[in-house]
């Protein structure tokens, strides 16, 4: 897995890449959580379009970036997801806590 950061004024864009598992999900949110903590952006976008396989982790990879940028007052949208993966967010809830853009 691999995590590309774009920051501009108030915007910080993470393009995720690849898979995100157990294994992967901790290196990406510390480098996403390193960044935030530094550049204090009121909008974090996750950018899903080149993620090819996402388990719970993942899950749990945008509600701990949505609880971090609650601390700054911002706001979370995840784009570029395939309307399987949609599903599978909005069951899990997250619909009602970030914005989610199909690709």
Do not use: W
Not at 36 to 48: A, E, R
Not at 67 to 88: C, H, Y
């Amino acid at each position: 897995m691999n995590v590309t950061i774009e920051s501009s004024g108030d915007l910080l864009i993470a393009y995720l890449i690849g898979e995100i598992d157990h294994h992967s999900a901790s290196a990406i949110r510390e480098k996403i959580d390193n960044v935030i903590s530094f550049k204090k952006p009121k909008h974090l976008i996750l950018d899903f379009k080149n993620v090819s396989f996402m388990d719970s982790s993942g899950i749990g990879l945008i509600m701990g970036r949505y609880r971090l940028m609650q601390n700054f007052k911002g706001s979370v949208e995840v784009r570029g997801i395939t309307p399987q993966t949609k599903k599978l967010m909005e069951l899990s809830g997250l619909s009602r806590i970030v914005i989610l853009k199909e690709s």
